[in-house]
Every structure is written in structure tokens, then in C-alpha cells.
């Protein structure tokens, strides 16, 4: 069945230092991938998205390329900050499972100044 | 506009009692869904209403039901409860629920079963 495999965290970081949070997929299609964060004390947010193979997604200076080759959607973001302190998660959607997202069980960040 | 909204926020219940949670969609949004999310693990498909029908279901047991009512608002019902049915539950909406459409997610109604 699909399933999606993150990095271990927690993953502690300087501010401005590099991010990258692995995040890899067994998949029989072509699933859509997406990258969602959880902020302390609220709920689930869309960070970014991918639907196709070699599909670069971006927003709040995070990106995520969809690589069907090595069946990855690696998290990256250049300098972070203490406000991007959250858990991560990367999820896939079947194309013939509408709605049904298969997530990774989060990773944890914490930037610190 | 509004989110997505669910009630109740927490609640506590002992084993073997019943439980019903509340979702309403983002105006417009026709799709629901709900997960299931235990502390440290990523959300658990449960169901995916769209337009009243259940679309899909994951592997969880009959205790587990749905439905979802004319005005897109939905309830996940949880009979017979077992102390493992203690997590964070999430219901997310959506326009139509295709594959490539972005998800909303509520706040979650977090259950504590005794």
C-alpha cells in the first residue's frame, strides 16, 4: 500500500542556518504530494504542493521538488527562523482516492535565536 | 470567512460509551473528510464525504461512522469505546475533494476515553 517515510526529528537549528527535512514515498501511481505545517497550538496548514513528477512547489521561502526518480519530496528552505518552529508533515493523494491524504508522522522543529 | 470548525473542542469519555463530533466545511466546500491523529503519529484516514456520499474509507472498524447532512456539515460517530480511540480528531473540507485540491483542516475535537 502507500505509505510516506519522514526524516527522524526533532531537528534543533540555529536561526538562518539551512533546512532540509527528508520525505519519501512508496507509491504503484502518480500520487499529488503536499507539505503541511502544524503550528503550536493550531491546526493543520497547506504549505506547499506538488501534483505532478519534476513539479517544483514554493511558499514562505520553503520548496519541495516532486521527484518520481527517487520517489521524494524533500522540504528546503535556505535561512530559517524562529517562527518557522513547528512539526512538518508530507503527505501523498492517490489520483484515483480523492480525498484519502497518507501522511508521514511529522517531523519537529524548533529554531532557536 | 470562517474556517473550518469542529465541536466539541475536548472531550472525556469512559469505555464502551458513544461519541458523535461535529465538522462544518468552509462555505462552499462540499467535501469532508475526517482523520484520526494519535500523539506523535502523522493523521489516519477515517472517511470522505462529498455531495452526502461516503467516497471513501480507511481502515478503521465499523464502530467508526459517518454521514454528512444537505447543508455539507458532517458527524463522525465512534461506538463502544476502547482507551486506543484517544486522539486528536481532524475534519478537513474541500471544494469537490479531487486528488489535486488543497485541503482545510479544522482545529480537531481532542477525545480523552478513561
Known amino acids: 500500500g502507500d505509505s510516506v517515510t519522514q526524516m527522524e526529528g526533532p531537528v534543533t537549528l540555529s536561526e538562518e542556518a539551512f533546512l532540509t527535512i527528508n520525505c519519501t514515498y512508496t507509491a504503484t501511481g502518480y500520487p499529488s504530494l503536499f507539505w503541511y505545517v502544524q503550528y503550536p497550538g493550531e491546526g493543520l496548514q497547506l504549505l506547499l504542493k506538488?501534483?505532478?513528477?519534476?513539479d517544483k512547489g514554493s511558499n514562505k521561502g520553503f520548496e519541495a521538488t516532486y521527484r518520481k526518480e527517487t520517489t521524494s519530496f524533500h522540504l528546503e528552505k535556505g535561512s530559517v527562523q524562529v517562527s518557522d518552529s513547528a512539526v512538518y508533515f508530507c503527505?501523498?493523494?492517490?489520483?484515483?482516492?480523492?480525498?484519502?491524504?497518507?501522511f508521514g508522522d511529522g517531523t519537529t522543529l524548533t529554531v532557536k535565536p | 470567512d470562517a474556517g473550518v470548525t469542529q465541536s466539541p473542542t475536548h472531550l472525556i469519555k469512559t469505555r464502551g460509551q458513544h461519541v458523535t463530533l461535529r465538522c462544518s466545511p468552509i462555505?462552499?466546500?462540499?467535501?469532508v473528510s475526517w482523520y484520526q491523529q494519535v500523539l506523535g503519529q502523522g493523521p489516519q484516514f477515517i472517511f470522505q464525504y462529498y455531495e452526502k456520499e461516503e467516497r471513501g474509507r480507511g481502515n478503521f472498524p465499523d464502530r467508526f461512522s459517518a454521514r454528512q447532512f444537505p447543508n455539507y456539515s458532517s458527524e463522525l460517530n465512534v461506538n463502544a469505546l476502547l482507551l486506543g480511540d484517544s486522539a486528536l480528531y481532524l475534519c478537513?473540507?474541500?471544494?469537490?475533494?479531487?486528488?489535486?485540491?488543497?485541503?482545510?483542516f479544522g482545529p480537531g475535537t481532542r477525545l480523552l476515553v478513561l
Open positions: 506538488a501534483t505532478k513528477a519534476d
Open positions: 503527505a501523498l493523494v492517490y489520483n484515483t482516492n480523492a480525498g484519502k491524504s497518507t
Open positions: 462555505s462552499g466546500h462540499k467535501s
Open positions: 478537513a473540507s474541500s471544494l469537490a475533494g479531487t486528488p489535486q485540491e488543497t485541503q482545510y
